[in-house]
T-cell receptor, first 114, second 113 residues
Framework: SQQGEEDPQALSIQEGENATMNCSYK?????LQWYRQNSGRGLVHLIL?????REKHSGRLRVTLDTSKKSSSLLITASRAADTASYFC??????????????FGQGTTLQVKP | KAGVTQTPRYLIKTRGQQVTLSCSPI?????VSWYQQTPGQGLQFLFE???????NKGNFPGRFSGRQFSNSRSEMNVSTLELGDSALYLC????????????FGNGTRLTVT
């Protein structure tokens, strides 16, 4: 079963607007990561936030983590057409038997219209 | 630094055949993991190798197997292919595994007819 669930499943915005995607997960984590995937290609790592962090920034990206609610959000500010892609959250499972395993959400498909 | 390289990029096989996919990780990365991506199930973890040892395996049948060589290159094999095995197979490498960022290849698109 999926650890992460993302909301919304699809998002369409105009260039210049902000895009917010949410991720919820079920079990405790060490860290949560966000990835981007352009159609038919591999995933690209965007940002990693540890369980003891509440917010992290990278360029136009802002990620928040609320471990009490088991949720995270990814905000992309001043979106560009090139941001059009699918975005996935991924969590680890802090259990020695699950070393090296990430659980991915179903993803949010973002379309940025020029 | 060269990225993660997966070969072949596309593959068409017939039910019952077997297939071997190859992955060359980023130089210095000792962890290689494999994921299956389908429209219905999304990204599913297959297995992860670190220094030639399988550390973890997902919930896939025994037809799915893998290995890692001493140079960290990895292969995965699927035997007795089924239609449902059609998917994008993604390989990712990292320094130490799940607690560090994964670097993905562009995948192998497998179609089973």
């Amino acid at each position: 079963s999926q650890q992460g669930e993302e909301d919304p499943q699809a998002l369409s915005i105009q260039e210049g607007e902000n895009a917010t995607m949410n991720c919820s997960y079920k079990t405790s984590i060490n860290n949560l990561q966000w990835y981007r995937q352009n159609s038919g290609r591999g995933l690209v790592h965007l940002i990693l936030i540890r369980s003891n962090e509440r917010e992290k920034h990278s360029g136009r990206l802002r990620v928040t983590l609320d471990t009490s609610k088991k949720s995270s959000s990814l905000l992309i500010t001043a979106s560009r057409a090139a941001d059009t892609a699918s975005y996935f959250c991924a969590t680890d499972i802090p259990d020695s038997s699950n070393t090296g395993k990430l659980i991915f959400g179903q993803g949010t498909t973002l379309q940025v219209k020029p | 630094k060269a990225g993660v390289t997966q070969t072949p990029r596309y593959l068409i096989k017939t039910r019952g055949q077997q297939v071997t996919l190859s992955c060359s990780p980023i130089s210095g990365h000792r962890s290689v993991s494999w994921y299956q991506q389908t429209p219905g199930q999304g990204l599913q973890f297959l297995f992860e190798y670190f220094s030639e040892t399988q550390r973890n395996k997902g919930n896939f049948p025994g037809r799915f197997s893998g290995r890692q060589f001493s140079n960290s290159r990895s292969e995965m094999n699927v035997s007795t292919l089924e239609l449902g095995d059609s998917a994008l197979y993604l390989c990712a490498s990292s320094l130490v595994g799940g607690n560090s960022p994964l670097h993905f290849g562009n995948g192998t698109r497998l179609t089973v007819t």
